[in-house]
């Protein structure tokens, strides 16, 4: 079984700049996840689908922060435009979907690096 | 108060040595309750699920103390692929939501 898949793996752009990145989830997974992770910390949930509609962006900056799930599989999170402050790992997960089971499958993550 | 805190570390072990990590958490409505590692430059795994009994797998023993709220994680014979950050998740709701906590940095030395 194919894992969650994310691209870029690493991106470096300028500051003003807009950045987009890709997640596939496992197949059948109809929860998908956006988490940002700052050197040091723990995942910080942004985003929380159920097949293609958002149940939860209530920490997602939406004056410059934006996401999608088309057909409730693929998903883009994107940037515009980027901060300083968001240099980051942005991690993608996805989940069965069952309540309480907690088992959440990371990508390795989009590392962005903002100058 | 954060929902979920735990120590930073960095713990500082030796092979064989028996460690162990708390991880506390604020929100009593909290179901569900995780430990995930993390190597560095990678992405978080689950390591085990925490059920209200405790639970062991090997060297790995977790337990859920819900009086006090608060989770820990022991490991015994500490060997050197152990050496990671190990991440404290919960879901509260059951909505599938899962908060983590910073992690906690275990470093075994030979």
């Known amino acids: 079984e194919a894992g969650v898949v994310q691209s870029p793996r690493y991106k470096i752009i300028e500051k003003k700049q807009p950045v987009a990145f890709w997640c596939n989830p496992i197949?059948?997974?109809?929860?998908l996840y956006w988490y940002l992770q700052n050197l040091g910390q723990g995942p910080e949930l942004l985003i929380r689908?159920?097949?293609?509609?958002?149940?939860?962006d209530s920490q997602l900056p939406k004056d410059r922060f934006s996401a999608e799930r088309l057909k409730g599989v693929d998903s883009t999170l994107k940037i515009q435009p980027a901060e300083l402050g968001d240099s980051a790992v942005y991690l993608c997960a996805s989940s069965r979907g069952t309540v309480n089971t907690g088992e959440l499958f990371f990508g390795e993550g989009s590392r962005l690096t903002v100058l | 108060r954060k929902e979920v805190e735990q120590d930073p570390g960095p713990f500082n072990v030796p092979e064989g040595a028996t460690v162990a990590f708390n991880c506390t958490y604020s929100n009593s409505a909290s179901q569900s309750f995780f430990w995930y590692r993390q190597d560095c430059r990678k992405e978080p795994k689950l390591l085990m699920s925490?059920?209200?009994s405790g639970n062991e797998d090997g060297r790995f023993t977790a337990q859920l103390n819900r009086a006090s709220q608060y989770i820990s994680l022991l490991i015994r014979d500490s060997k050197l692929s152990d050496s990671a950050t190990y991440l404290c998740?919960?879901?509260?709701?059951?909505?599938?939501?899962?908060?983590f906590g910073t992690g906690t940095k275990l470093q075994v030395i030979p």
């Open positions: 197949s059948g997974h109809n929860t």
């Open positions: 689908y159920e097949n293609e509609e958002a149940v939860d």
């Open positions: 925490v059920y209200s």
């Open positions: 998740g919960l879901e509260t709701g059951g909505y599938q939501k899962v908060t």
